[in-house]
């Protein structure tokens, strides 16, 4: 390891970006702490927008204002358009074969494919009686909830509600569904499990950084299990799609689109629905989403009953939620676009890499120089925002910035050719499920806690879930006959 580090020590130009004092072998990986972005939030605020960072023997860019970020991800980005190899890109990434961690051509057809037959606007609201039915089911649940006046663990059920609504999308199964045997709900269950493991484990991988030998590298190996367990079940998937496929019928799910495309591989298919584009990057972060926006809510119970009478004036109360409801509701949406503002559902921009030599900020930045966007400090900037702690959905109400990474004080999808394919489907999932279970449930913390008590902290993985689970009492707000008819419907 010393040798490899000493033998290989790159020559970097003299006028790189401002950098803290790094330690020995490891560099500044000692500074990021449990929470990276919370850590170079706190580091940028003393060296700079524009930082150079050495990650063990990794040259790292990080960049955390609106300017640079536009300079990284517009201005130059046919420099800074590519992907940096991981071992979970190179593992459970399919060696880079889905949309997000491709390069070159393969990212070219593979995105082409995603944003002009799988994830269009017309298809994504193709899927709306997918996504009616998972929250109907969920609506009944809460209604059973409020009944034993019982809290209900959220980020949990918000998960599972998640991830059924996009799986169906995606694979035509959800394990909450009827008509699975106990056999098929138990392997889906265990693919939404390792999903999450392998989430978590897409966060930080040592041996990225440091030379660490194989026989060393215990984590390697169970990134590797994760990679065959998943494997596994998503290409007895794939087959079971092709099987029964008839090219006369209309697609099902996005599996039947995909296979329907000649120039896309069973690889591809399998690295986009495994893990970052679908259902992999997809559950996890509506659910997170979902969860913020009624933490903060809750601490916020006068944006809470706005939002509640917002919804009776144009849904009323006489029957559920509809997704051609949401155009009519901004305020609703303004709730959403505050929480992914101060709590982006990726903090952290899927890394760049830069293929060549340039400047960033005045600054030179080497080729293969790793590139992190922190749109969490981005998102804090004064410069940018009034009181960017506080939670204000007004400072949306009238305004023309959106999320499609056109405004770059605000990328909670990231912007330019990277920019996150699965926007809409996102968007979609998470405004309607907000606004059912605010349109049809009042909401409570449990008995003996009040707002103080509530915790706001967060906790590391690809996505940054609340540390503590929101747990919450429903009542409901409407007729009781109203939450059968939506699910018979």
């Given at each position: 390891m010393v040798m490899e580090q000493v033998c290989t020590k790159p020559q970097l130009p003299p006028q790189l970006p401002p950098s803290p004092t790094g330690l020995p072998f490891i560099g500044h990986l000692h500074l990021l702490g449990k929470l990276p972005h919370q850590?170079?939030?706190?580091?940028?605020?003393?060296?700079?927008?524009?930082?150079?960072?050495?990650?063990?023997?990794?040259?790292?860019?990080?960049?955390?204002?609106?300017?640079?970020?536009?300079?990284?991800?517009?201005?130059?980005?046919?420099?800074?358009?590519?992907?940096?190899?991981?071992?979970?890109?190179?593992?459970?990434?399919y060696g880079g074969a889905g949309l997000a961690f491709a390069n070159g051509e393969n990212w070219k057809s593979t995105r082409k494919v995603c944003m002009y037959e799988v994830l269009t606007t017309k298809r994504v609201e193709s899927f709306h009686p997918i996504r009616k039915f998972e929250v109907s089911l969920f609506m009944n649940e809460l209604l059973k909830a409020s009944r034993e006046g019982s809290a209900v663990d959220l980020s949990s059920k918000l998960s599972d509600l998640t991830f059924n609504v996009i799986s169906t999308m995606v694979l035509g199964k959800s394990?909450?569904?009827?008509?699975?045997?106990?056999?098929?709900?138990?392997?889906?269950?265990?693919?939404?499990?390792?999903?999450?493991?392998?989430?978590?484990?897409?966060?930080?991988?040592?041996?990225?950084?440091?030379?660490?030998?194989?026989?060393?590298?215990t984590q390697v190996n169970k990134i590797k299990q994760l990679q065959r367990d998943l494997d596994q079940f998503i290409q007895k998937e794939?087959?079971?799609?092709?099987?029964?496929?008839?090219?006369?019928?209309?697609?099902?799910d996005f599996v039947d689109v995909l296979l329907s495309n000649s120039h896309i591989s069973d690889t591809s298919i399998k690295a986009l629905i495994v893990v970052s584009d679908m259902v992999g990057g997809g559950t996890e972060s509506s659910a997170v989403s979902v969860v913020w926006a009624l933490a903060e809510l809750i601490k916020n119970p006068r944006l809470m009953e706005r939002a509640?009478?917002?919804?009776?004036?144009?849904?009323?109360?006489?029957?559920?939620?509809?997704?051609?409801?949401?155009?009519?509701?901004?305020?609703?949406?303004?709730?959403?676009?505050?929480?992914?503002?101060?709590?982006?559902?990726?903090?952290?921009?899927?890394?760049?890499?830069?293929?060549?030599?340039?400047?960033?900020?005045?600054?030179?930045?080497?080729?293969?120089t790793r590139t992190v966007v922190n749109i969490y400090a981005i998102a804090r900037d004064e410069d940018n925002w009034e009181d960017p702690l506080n939670f204000d959905p007004d400072r949306f109400m009238g305004s023309n910035i959106d999320l499609k990474g056109r405004h770059f004080e605000y990328l909670p999808f990231g912007s330019g050719r990277r920019i996150c394919p699965g926007l809409m489907l996102a968007m979609a999932t998470v405004q309607f499920i907000l606004g059912s279970v605010l349109h049809g449930f009042n909401w409570r913390l449990p008995s003996g806690q009040t707002i103080d008590d509530l915790d706001m902290s967060e906790s590391f993985g690809l996505t940054v879930p609340k540390a503590v689970p929101l747990k919450l009492v429903p009542s409901p707000r409407l007729e009781p006959q109203i939450y059968v008819k939506s699910l018979s419907s």
């Open positions: 850590s170079l939030l706190k580091l940028a605020q003393q060296y700079g927008d524009v930082m150079f960072l050495k990650l063990g023997k990794v040259n790292t860019l990080v960049v955390s204002s609106s300017d640079s970020a536009k300079e990284v991800l517009n201005t130059q980005d046919h420099i800074f358009g590519s992907r940096p190899k991981t071992t979970f890109s190179e593992t459970i990434g394990y909450s569904a009827s008509a699975l045997s106990e056999a098929e709900k138990k392997e889906t269950m265990f693919f939404k499990e390792t999903l999450d493991e392998a989430a978590i484990m897409a966060g930080f991988h040592a041996g990225d950084y440091l030379p660490i030998p194989d026989w060393m590298d794939v087959e079971s799609h092709r099987q029964r496929r008839d090219p006369g019928q209309a697609p099902r509640q009478r917002e919804l009776k004036e144009v849904v009323g109360e006489d029957r559920s939620l509809e997704e051609s409801d949401i155009p009519n509701l901004p305020f609703l949406q303004a709730i959403v676009k505050e929480t992914m503002r101060l709590h982006p559902p990726g903090p952290l921009l899927i890394p760049h890499e830069s293929t060549e030599e340039c400047e960033i900020g005045g600054y030179t930045v080497p080729a293969r």
